[in-house]
């Protein structure tokens, strides 16, 4: 069964720094990218994606202080958050695109306090 699993949020303060995980439970990890969204109320936008080359790419508000790898040993990215904004808040899902299904974890949850 794939399964996508999110961890890592919290509550940080502005200007701090936060990373988010997202372990992928399914089959060759290292030959997939893999998104992240953050949840808005009437909005997903992506946030940082990663190449299954390992090519990292970002939204331009968080071009600079987001960076996103991934350690295909542990079939898991890792999204490095710096220099947080209070408008940065919300629920972060990652995204990953198998044999034409979307799957997405249950989403973290990130408070950035001001």
């Known amino acids: 069964q794939v399964q996508l699993v999110e961890s890592g949020g919290g509550v940080v303060q502005t200007g701090g720094s936060l990373t988010l995980a997202c372990t992928f439970y399914?089959?060759?990890?290292?030959?997939?990218?893999m998104t992240w969204y953050r949840q808005y109320a009437t909005s997903r936008p992506m946030v940082a994606r990663i190449?299954?080359?390992?090519?990292?790419t970002y939204a331009d508000a968080v071009e600079g202080r987001f960076t996103l790898s991934r350690y295909n040993a542990k079939s898991t990215t890792y999204l490095r958050m710096d220099n947080r904004k209070p408008e940065e808040s919300g629920l972060y899902f990652c995204?990953?695109?198998?044999?034409?299904?979307?799957?997405w974890g249950q989403g973290t949850q990130v408070i950035v306090s001001s």
């Open positions: 399914g089959p060759r990890f290292a030959e997939h990218g």
């Open positions: 190449a299954a080359a390992g090519n990292p």
């Open positions: 995204n990953l695109l198998l044999r034409d299904t979307d799957y």
